[in-house]
């Protein structure tokens, strides 16, 4: 491997127009500006890799695959169970790059989804024993089993939003699988995704992880439609999920979504106002710039609580502080781009605009002349929209949750209901009653009680609909979309 790299700078002048491929860097030809957001300075150029390099990756991929299938599961574990805890030895390093490219707070955000990312890799290294098959009782003169074996290259691209995480939920068990890996980061925030991807490689064969960097039009049509790719898991948005699904249909292989989402939170009555608050101030992902697709942007509160809720709600999101994301002292950093910050801005005019409604602005937009100050945005609530406003009914990938009071229990189920998304939901309430009625009616696949907490290892996570497709973050996940399932009948009679 290459010389240790020990500050953010050398982190991101090691990536330049390079690809890691074959645990090695791999110069690309071209480039893609990656910017700080919240300066506007550019940081540098990663690799704005051709179909062909794209292609050289999957070939090292494929060839690597055979070697590794052949080493015995719980050692493959092993080695990546090493590979997290390299990662978690860098963690700073990393994070102070996540920042940087991403403009969110290094104490809020970046510290913690590194930590969250390295235990995710430690989690799947610890179940390489588990992709156990089965025996079938078919016959008492025969053996009949079914074995788990990989599907070969897996093509993994990930956002730029959590891109640790979502690049650990889908690395991880694949490579304990006996795939062999080939990433396409995000353009927007590659850097820290390639060091722990190198952080990872020092435990790894060579060629069974690679991460390549391009635009989704090039690098990414170039990995989802090459023939040696055997299984795409995909997070990102809606648009370019259902192209990759096409593309995954076209060929026969199988395809794993993880799409938008326009989250519900139901507090009712008797919901413990204090904590139904505090869970829609970390449900939203404020300190995130409400940039989740789990974010509870749709807060349904019950009459009873409402005032109280919007009072304490707005007085607690006023305290956030909003600035560099480098600062220690910072709660909330920057957007990702100016073409998210003017899709924020076209629904909060769309809101403005609507009789009845009202915008809420919390906190203060930094004045620092150092900072890029169209980045930021301030947390937000919208009230008083009509049931259907594009507001209420679409992911907006902002600081901005719509709040709206509610006094039947069978409507606000069909409110929660009643976007084409299935990501997340909760409901806050201290009766059992309601909570086991509620869960069970609530069409998306993590539903949360009392509680808006994001994807933890061994908790199945998903949505339904227009969300997406398949699983991640378990032992299920692992097993249903990284493998597949061979059976085996012999016969000696
Ligand atoms: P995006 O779909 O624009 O890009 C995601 C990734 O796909 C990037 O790496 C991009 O380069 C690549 N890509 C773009 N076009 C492609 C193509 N034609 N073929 C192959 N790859 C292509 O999304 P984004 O703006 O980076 O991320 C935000 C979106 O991600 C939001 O909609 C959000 O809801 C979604 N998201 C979902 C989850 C989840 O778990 N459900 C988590 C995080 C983000």
Redesign the pocket.
Known sequence: MTEPLFSPEDVISAYQRVNLVGNARVPSGAGIKVLNPATGAVLGEAAASTAAETADAVKQAKQAQIAWAQVPARDRGKAVAAAARAVAAQAELIAQVLARETGKAIRTECRGEVAVAADIVEFYGGLGSELKGQTVPYNPRMLTMTMREPLGVVAA??????PLV?FA?KVAPALVAGNAVVV?????APFATYLMAELMMQHLPAGVLNVVN????E???A??SHSDVAKIT????????E??NK?GAGRIIPVS?????KSAMIVCADADLDKAVAGAISGMRFTRQG????AASRIYVHDALYDAFMQRLGAALDKLVIGDPLNEATDVGTI?NAK?VATINRYIAQAEATPGARVHRFGRLPEDDTLSADLFAQPTILTGLPDDHPCVME?I?GPVAVVQAWSDYETVLRLANSTHYG?AASVWTRSLATALDSTARLNAGYVQVNQNLT?QPNVS???FGR??QGK?ASLEAMVEHFTRSKTIVMNFD
């Open positions: 691209i990930v956002p730029w939003n959590v979502l939920l396409k980061s995000s353009e927007e391009g635009t989704g039009a690098c990414g049509t990995l989802t995909f997070t990102g948005s809606e648009a370019v999920g192209l990759i593309i979504l993880e799409l938008g989402g940039q989740s697709c789990t990702i998210q992911e990938f990501l994807i996570y998903g949505g969300s997406g991640e």
